[in-house]
C-alpha cells in the first residue's frame, strides 16, 4: 500500500491543483503532506522539518509549541511562503504553494499572510497610520481608500487616537498593535505571528492576547508560533512540535 503521502507525490499537476480546490471548497486554508525542510552544514544534513502533516481550516486559531530549536521558525518560513520545502507538498488557500518560483511565492505571501513578529518591525520614521497604510500602497490601492482602510483597521486595533504618533512615542503594546494592523489591512487568508509576546511585560502581552481572540472571533485565521505554553493555551487548539516533528495536535480545552 502507498502512503497517502507517496501517493501525493505521484499524481499529475492536473490532479494537484483539482487536490487544492477541493481543499478551498472545503475550507482548508493551510495543508501540508510530508513536510521536510533540511539544512546541509559541512558534511551534516540538519531536518529542522521532517515529514509535517498539517490541516488547517478558515476561521481556526491554532498554536504552533515547541522548545527552543524544535523547527517552529522553519515551519513558519515555509507556511508564510518565505522559504521553499526541501520535499513535500504545501497548499495555502488552494494554491500549491511549494512549487512556486520566487516572484511568484512573495506574490502570495504579500495576498494571503499578515505576518505579526516579536520586534514588531515598524518603520521608526513613519507614523503609526502610515506603517498600516504600507500593505496598501504596494498592493496599489487608491489613496482614498487606503486611508480609509488603514484608518478602519487602528479602529478594529483601539489606536485611532495613536494614529498620527511615531513608533517611538508609543508602548510595546501600541506598537505590537500597529504591526498587527499592518498584518491585517490586507485582509489576508491568515494571521501568523511568530512569539508576539515575546518582547512584552506579562500584563501587556495578555492584552495583545486578548486582541487575538477578539479577532479570532471576528473570522481572522490564526497561527501563533510561541515556546511558552502560557501564550500557547490562549489559542483553541494546539500543535506541538519537537524535533522538527508534529508531537502532538489538541483542542484547548476551557
Ligand atoms: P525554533 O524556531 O523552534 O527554535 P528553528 O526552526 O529555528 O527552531 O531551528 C530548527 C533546527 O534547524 C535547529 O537545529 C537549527 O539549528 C536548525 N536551523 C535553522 N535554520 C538553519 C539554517 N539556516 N541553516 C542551518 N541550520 C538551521
Ligand atoms: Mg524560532
Same mark, same amino acid.
Given at each position: 500500500?502507498?502512503? =497517502?503521502?507517496?501517493?501525493?507525490?505521484?499524481?499529475?499537476?492536473?490532479?494537484?491543483?483539482?487536490?487544492?480546490?477541493? =481543499?478551498?471548497?472545503?475550507?482548508?486554508?493551510?495543508?501540508?503532506?510530508?513536510?521536510?525542510?533540511?539544512? &546541509? *552544514?559541512?558534511?551534516?544534513?540538519?531536518?529542522?522539518?521532517?515529514?509535517?502533516? &498539517?490541516?488547517?481550516?478558515?476561521?481556526?486559531?491554532?498554536?504552533?509549541?515547541?522548545?527552543?530549536?524544535?523547527?517552529?521558525?522553519? +515551519?513558519?518560513? =515555509? &507556511?508564510?511562503?518565505?522559504?521553499?520545502?526541501?520535499?513535500? /507538498?504545501?497548499? /495555502?488557500?488552494?494554491? /500549491?504553494?511549494?512549487? *512556486?518560483?520566487?516572484?511568484?511565492?512573495?506574490?502570495?505571501?504579500?495576498?494571503?499572510?499578515?505576518?505579526?513578529?516579536?520586534?514588531?518591525?515598524?518603520?521608526?520614521?513613519?507614523?503609526? +497610520?502610515?506603517?498600516?497604510?504600507?500593505?496598501? !500602497?504596494?498592493?496599489?490601492?487608491?489613496?482614498?481608500?487606503?486611508?480609509?482602510?488603514?484608518?478602519?483597521?487602528?479602529?478594529?486595533?483601539?489606536?485611532?487616537?495613536?494614529?498620527?504618533?511615531?513608533?517611538?512615542? +508609543?508602548?510595546?503594546?501600541?506598537?505590537?498593535?500597529?504591526?498587527?494592523?499592518?498584518?491585517?489591512? $490586507?485582509?489576508?487568508?491568515?494571521?501568523?505571528?511568530?512569539?508576539?509576546?515575546?518582547? /512584552?511585560?506579562?500584563?501587556?502581552?495578555?492584552? &495583545?492576547?486578548?486582541?487575538?481572540?477578539?479577532?479570532?472571533?471576528?473570522? $481572522?485565521?490564526?497561527? =501563533?508560533?510561541?515556546?511558552?505554553?502560557? !501564550?500557547?493555551?490562549?489559542?483553541?487548539?494546539?500543535?506541538?512540535?519537537?524535533?522538527?516533528?508534529?508531537?502532538?495536535?489538541?483542542?484547548?480545552?476551557?
Amino acid at each position: 500500500m502507498p502512503t =497517502l503521502a507517496s501517493a501525493i507525490e505521484t499524481m499529475t499537476p492536473e490532479q494537484r491543483q483539482q487536490r487544492g480546490e477541493q =481543499l478551498k471548497q472545503d475550507g482548508i486554508v493551510i495543508k501540508t503532506y510530508d513536510l521536510w525542510k533540511t539544512y &546541509i *552544514m559541512g558534511d551534516q544534513e540538519i531536518h529542522a522539518v521532517s515529514g509535517v502533516d &498539517i490541516e488547517i481550516k478558515r476561521g481556526e486559531y491554532v498554536a504552533i509549541m515547541g522548545p527552543s530549536g524544535s523547527g517552529k521558525s522553519t +515551519l513558519m518560513n =515555509l &507556511i508564510g511562503c518565505l522559504d521553499t520545502p526541501t520535499k513535500g /507538498l504545501y497548499y /495555502l488557500n488552494g494554491k /500549491l504553494a511549494s512549487d *512556486m518560483e520566487d516572484d511568484e511565492l512573495a506574490r502570495i505571501r504579500n495576498k494571503e499572510i499578515g505576518f505579526v513578529f516579536q520586534t514588531f518591525n515598524l518603520l521608526a520614521r513613519a507614523s503609526a +497610520l502610515h506603517n498600516v497604510e504600507l500593505p496598501l !500602497i504596494y498592493a496599489g490601492v487608491p489613496t482614498g481608500e487606503r486611508l480609509e482602510r488603514a484608518k478602519e483597521t487602528m479602529r478594529a486595533v483601539d489606536l485611532e487616537a495613536r494614529m498620527h504618533h511615531k513608533p517611538n512615542e +508609543l508602548s510595546g503594546g501600541q506598537r505590537q498593535r500597529v504591526a498587527i494592523a499592518r498584518a491585517l489591512v $490586507n485582509r489576508p487568508s491568515i494571521l501568523l505571528a511568530d512569539e508576539p509576546t515575546g518582547a /512584552l511585560d506579562t500584563n501587556t502581552g495578555n492584552e &495583545i492576547m486578548a486582541l487575538f481572540e477578539r479577532l479570532h472571533r471576528q473570522g $481572522n485565521t490564526i497561527v =501563533l508560533v510561541t515556546h511558552e505554553t502560557d !501564550i500557547a493555551l490562549h489559542a483553541h487548539r494546539v500543535i506541538y512540535i519537537r524535533d522538527g516533528k508534529v508531537e502532538r495536535d489538541e483542542a484547548v480545552s476551557r
